[in-house]
């Protein structure tokens, strides 16, 4: 009998797999990061607990196009400084990517609130145009003029927070206590370049960073990087107090309640 694609992987297949997951080289993006110093209390306010407010009320974008070999990727995010058991860190509030393979690992194994989206990084001579889109609105866009190279930075850990969970079946909440996840990621640069130029937030309904407003920009980078990720559970958070702020995932927090109609599987 032929193989049946849907059919069980043996064992061997499966650690194949994974071992190949696992050595996978160094995988280099060009981007531009954009940091600014917004309202406390509008940070504050999308934090789900336990997490708490950083020591600045900081708001980070992330743009950047990676040069896969017959797959280039657009990856973004946005995300606010935020502090988890002694932990500094950052929490994506939404992370856009151009492609879906981007998605599944990082939405169902982590947590990520990746959602489907137009990732731009443009570079003409010293000018650069960066900018994240979904549903035809930019909704972040960062513009300007390369100032002149930067010291490359030593390698560093960073800290990404998520919050991973399933909706329950049958609409109640969740289906178990959802997890708090620490993802560390260990980030080489090899080169960075500052830009003098500013953020534009424009209003979307889907994606309203715009409440998160630039009272002032720390900094606009533009560099060339790359990262691995580890991630591990940090704690069971209460499905109560998650539940007011599961709009953050979801265009529409009533999709996930939505099902085929009856008769049409």
């Known amino acids: ?34 940091v600014w110093e ?10 789900p607990p336990p997490l708490k407010p950083g020591s600045r009320p900081l708001v980070r974008a992330n743009i950047s196009k ?10 973004g995010s946005v995300a606010v400084a935020a502090e988890h058991g002694g932990v500094a860190g950052w929490y994506p509030l939404v992370m856009p990517m151009t492609h879906e393979r981007a998605l599944i690992g990082g939405r169902e194994v982590f947590g990520e ?5 137009e990732v731009e990084v443009e570079r003409d001579g010293l000018v650069v145009r960066a900018r994240l889109a979904r549903h ?17 930075p030593d390698p560093v850990q960073k800290t990404d927070f998520y919050f991973k969970f399933l909706p329950a079946v049958d609409g109640s909440g969740f289906d178990a206590d959802p997890v708090l996840v620490h993802c560390v990621r260990n ?31 720390v900094e606009i980078t533009i560099g060339e990087k790359t990262s691995d990720q580890q991630g591990r559970v940090a704690e069971r958070v209460s499905a109560q107090a998650l539940l007011p702020y599961i709009h953050q995932r979801y265009d529409d ?12 599987v």
């Open 187 to 217: 980030e080489k640069v090899r080169k960075l370049e500052g830009i003098t130029g500013d953020v534009v937030l424009r209003e979307s309904m889907y994606d309203p960073v715009a409440d998160l407003p630039v009272r002032a920009v």
């Open 1 to 34: 009998m032929a193989r049946v694609r849907y059919g069980a992987r043996t064992e061997a297949e499966i650690a194949a797999a994974r071992t190949a997951s696992s050595k996978l080289p160094d995988i280099w993006s060009t981007g531009v990061v954009a």
């Open 38 to 47: 917004s309202d406390p209390d509008a940070v504050a306010a999308v934090l």
């Open 113 to 117: 609130p990746k959602k489907l989206g």
């Open 66 to 75: 990676v040069d896969l070999p017959g797959y280039p990727l657009g990856a």
């Open 253 to 264: 927090p009533q999709q996930i309640l939505d099902g085929p109609p009856e008769g049409s």
């Open 136 to 152: 035809g609105i930019a909704f972040v866009e960062v513009r300007g003029a390369v100032s002149g190279a930067l010291p490359i």
